[in-house]
């Protein structure tokens, strides 16, 4: 039974005066940090108290009874010499700091645990009136003496101390200590929120240019292998010397075939074209194409890695990727067949979402078409590519050349049927290896020598005439033909020919995987495409 001095358990900030609860003031005070009483105040007043821990591990503080004896009385607190003696019962332990006593004098800041599952509490002699809440300081140091002091394992000790202080922070201390650690809380939160917005702009933006970097230097060491130099030019000759006499006496051997074949690829070479073009980047963000960057004498500057330097705002022309192709001229004389991957580059492969993502956006800046027995390059447009097939469709202006152009076939393939290549397999290498030694000859020594004058210069000595392979068709479905006529890069967009000179397939791929083999397009692929031009 609890006597008149018995103090309630009450939460600090709740509790009335001292002298409210007990009636007399406060000789001392006893705070409860574990058990189900934790964060509570026990207001100590008389000379002699009885503290008792029950079942349920909360303790409580009475004042004797004479002849009496509590079960569950564990200690006995007696007020002399200005504070309290702590005695425990008979078969009852308490540890005072750790240490387990039966008689000791209690000093200002203690640490008490009552029996073996009792609470810890921290014994205090207040010396001024009693703070209605605590300071860091004060719930600091009770977490460092509990987790000292207390004999449980160290992992439980440092979670319960932890813990206790987050509860005790959140529940005794000020309120504008409160809403100042809330500010601060919600200050860190938005530095944090910003830092992170700004971390992965960051990311962002450099996974942009690494991906620019990467797509932009595939296709500058895709185009730098296509570049020609004066060495390369005399270079190119002795490389390919063996292949294009291997090519010529193809085309001679064909040639010598009965004069159908003779027939076949003299009727059809006029209306073979020669592809070239280059197309650049627009990055998204400023809306301006990739340009060079030019030195104070005007000179293209050069990466560390002795690629052309690129950026939006360049003062150099646009940068070019440069490509080719084969694309041969229709019937009505406006329009050329070319694979989609020749008219739209961008497209093989994964270039386009590597472009995506990195924010550029591709752009065709100049497409022309050569014509063996034509002189000068003729300007193309993409009228139409193919979303299901690599097929695509170009337009040029009237140049008064209806008739000239190939018959497409209506007879469907069938397998171990002889067809006709014909193209422009390695580009503008296999005919600089054609022209021969003179015309390297024909280029001055101080006149420029690129992409574009080679093939113009080629044009107006009509050097241009396509390669021309035969083969077998080796499968025919609905989407593909395969068959063994040799060819490669460059060779794309070309006419498969049967033996009455009608086109059957438009070469798309090589298979070197499967012997050789490569892969065209039934030219019954093509019609739809073309009956939605016709529509337009």
Same mark, same amino acid.
């Given at each position: 039974?609890?006597?008149?001095?018995?103090?309630?358990?009450?939460?600090?900030?709740?509790?009335?005066?001292?002298?409210?609860?007990? #009636?007399?003031?406060?000789?001392?005070?006893?705070?409860?940090?574990?058990?189900?009483?934790?964060?509570?105040?026990?207001?100590?007043?008389?000379?002699?108290?009885?503290?008792?821990?029950?079942?349920?591990?909360?303790?409580?503080?009475?004042?004797?009874?004479? #002849?009496?004896?509590?079960?569950?009385?564990?200690?006995?607190?007696?007020?002399?010499?200005?504070?309290?003696?702590?005695?425990?019962?008979?078969?009852?332990?308490?540890?005072?700091?750790?240490?387990?006593?039966?008689?000791?004098?209690?000093?200002? #800041?203690?640490?008490?645990?009552?029996?073996?599952?009792?609470?810890?509490?921290?014994?205090?002699?207040?010396?001024?009136?009693?703070?209605?809440?605590?300071?860091?300081?004060?719930?600091?140091?009770?977490?460092?003496?509990?987790?000292?002091?207390?004999?449980?394992?160290?992992?439980?000790?440092?979670?319960?101390?932890?813990?206790?202080?987050?509860?005790?922070?959140?529940?005794?201390?000020?309120?504008?200590?409160?809403?100042?650690?809330?500010?601060?809380?919600?200050?860190?939160?938005?530095?944090?929120?910003?830092?992170?917005?700004?971390?992965?702009?960051?990311?962002?933006?450099?996974?942009?240019?690494?991906?620019?970097?990467?797509?932009?230097?595939?296709?500058?060491?895709?185009?730098?292998?296509?570049?020609?130099?004066?060495?390369?030019?005399?270079?190119?000759?002795?490389?390919?010397?063996?292949?294009?006499?291997?090519?010529?006496?193809?085309?001679?051997?064909?040639?010598?075939?009965?004069?159908?074949?003779?027939?076949?690829?003299?009727?059809?070479?006029?209306?073979?074209?020669?592809?070239?073009?280059?197309?650049?980047?627009?990055?998204?963000?400023?809306?301006?194409?990739?340009?060079?960057?030019?030195?104070?004498?005007?000179?293209?500057?050069?990466?560390?890695?002795?690629?052309?330097?690129?950026?939006?705002?360049?003062?150099?022309?646009?940068?070019?990727?440069?490509?080719?192709?084969?694309?041969?001229?229709?019937?009505?004389?406006?329009?050329?067949?070319?694979?989609?991957?020749?008219?739209?580059?961008?497209?093989?492969?994964?270039?386009?979402?590597?472009?995506?993502?990195?924010?550029?956006?591709?752009?065709?800046?100049?497409?022309?078409?050569?014509?063996?027995?034509?002189?000068?390059?003729?300007?193309?447009?993409?009228?139409?590519?193919?979303?299901?097939?690599?097929?695509?469709?170009?337009?040029?202006?009237?140049?008064?050349?209806?008739?000239?152009?190939?018959?497409?076939?209506?007879?469907?393939?069938?397998?171990?049927?002889?067809?006709?290549?014909?193209?422009?397999?390695? #580009?503008?290498?296999?005919?600089?290896?054609?022209?021969?030694?003179?015309?390297?000859?024909?280029?001055?020594?101080?006149?420029?020598?690129?992409?574009?004058?080679?093939?113009?210069?080629?044009?107006?000595?009509?050097?241009?005439?396509?390669?021309?392979?035969?083969?077998?068709?080796?499968?025919?479905?609905?989407?593909?033909?395969?068959?063994?006529?040799?060819?490669?890069?460059?060779?794309?967009?070309?006419?498969?020919?049967?033996?009455?000179?009608?086109?059957?397939?438009?070469?798309?791929?090589?298979?070197?995987?499967?012997?050789?083999?490569?892969?065209?397009?039934?030219?019954?692929?093509?019609?739809?495409?073309?009956?939605?031009?016709?529509?337009?």
């Amino acid at each position: 039974m609890i006597g008149a001095l018995t103090v309630s358990a009450t939460d600090e900030t709740a509790a009335g005066s001292p002298e409210e609860d007990s #009636g007399k003031a406060p000789r001392a005070v006893l705070e409860s940090l574990t058990g189900p009483s934790k964060g509570k105040l026990y207001w100590l007043s008389d000379d002699t108290l009885s503290a008792t821990v029950r079942d349920d591990r909360s303790l409580h503080f009475e004042r004797p009874t004479e #002849g009496v004896q509590s079960a569950d009385k564990v200690a006995e607190l007696q007020w002399q010499d200005g504070s309290y003696s702590l005695h425990a019962a008979d078969g009852r332990h308490v540890w005072v700091n750790g240490h387990r006593v039966e008689t000791i004098t209690l000093m200002h #800041g203690d640490m008490i645990e009552f029996d073996e599952l009792g609470p810890m509490t921290r014994f205090r002699l207040p010396d001024r009136a009693f703070q209605a809440h605590r300071s860091v300081d004060d719930i600091v140091s009770d977490a460092i003496a509990y987790t000292r002091t207390s004999r449980r394992p160290l992992p439980r000790r440092v979670s319960t101390a932890l813990g206790d202080s987050l509860h005790r922070m959140t529940h005794q201390t000020t309120v504008f200590f409160r809403v100042s650690v809330l500010l601060s809380l919600c200050a860190l939160l938005v530095l944090g929120a910003v830092l992170y917005r700004n971390d992965k702009q960051m990311q962002h933006r450099l996974e942009q240019d690494a991906h620019r970097i990467e797509a932009v230097t595939l296709l500058l060491a895709q185009t730098r292998d296509d570049a020609l130099s004066r060495e390369d030019l005399t270079q190119l000759r002795t490389q390919l010397e063996s292949q294009l006499t291997q090519n010529t006496e193809r085309l001679g051997a064909l040639e010598r075939r009965p004069e159908e074949a003779a027939e076949i690829l003299g009727g059809a070479t006029p209306s073979i074209g020669f592809v070239q073009g280059a197309f650049g980047l627009r990055h998204m963000a400023s809306g301006a194409l990739l340009r060079n960057v030019l030195g104070p004498d005007g000179t293209p500057l050069q990466t560390p890695f002795g690629q052309p330097r690129i950026e939006p705002r360049g003062d150099g022309p646009p940068a070019e990727f440069q490509f080719t192709g084969t694309a041969f001229l229709l019937g009505d004389g406006q329009h050329f067949v070319t694979n989609r991957h020749v008219a739209v580059p961008w497209t093989s492969g994964d270039r386009l979402q590597t472009f995506e993502a990195s924010g550029l956006q591709p752009e065709m800046l100049k497409m022309f078409i050569y014509l063996p027995d034509r002189a000068g390059p003729i300007e193309a447009r993409l009228v139409q590519a193919s979303d299901t097939v690599d097929l695509a469709v170009l337009s040029i202006a009237p140049l008064r050349m209806e008739g000239r152009g190939l018959v497409l076939s209506d007879t469907p393939l069938r397998v171990g049927q002889e067809i006709y290549l014909l193209g422009y397999p390695t #580009g503008l290498k296999a005919l600089l290896a054609q022209a021969g030694p003179a015309f390297l000859k024909s280029f001055g020594d101080g006149e420029e020598i690129n992409f574009w004058t080679v093939a113009a210069r080629l044009s107006e000595r009509n050097l241009i005439k396509p390669l021309a392979s035969r083969g077998i068709v080796a499968q025919v479905n609905s989407g593909a033909v395969i068959y063994d006529a040799e060819t490669t890069v460059g060779g794309s967009g070309g006419p498969a020919l049967n033996r009455s000179g009608q086109v059957v397939a438009i070469n798309a791929a090589i298979l070197p995987e499967f012997g050789g083999s490569n892969l065209g397009v039934p030219v019954q692929q093509l019609l739809p495409l073309l009956t939605q031009i016709d529509g337009d």
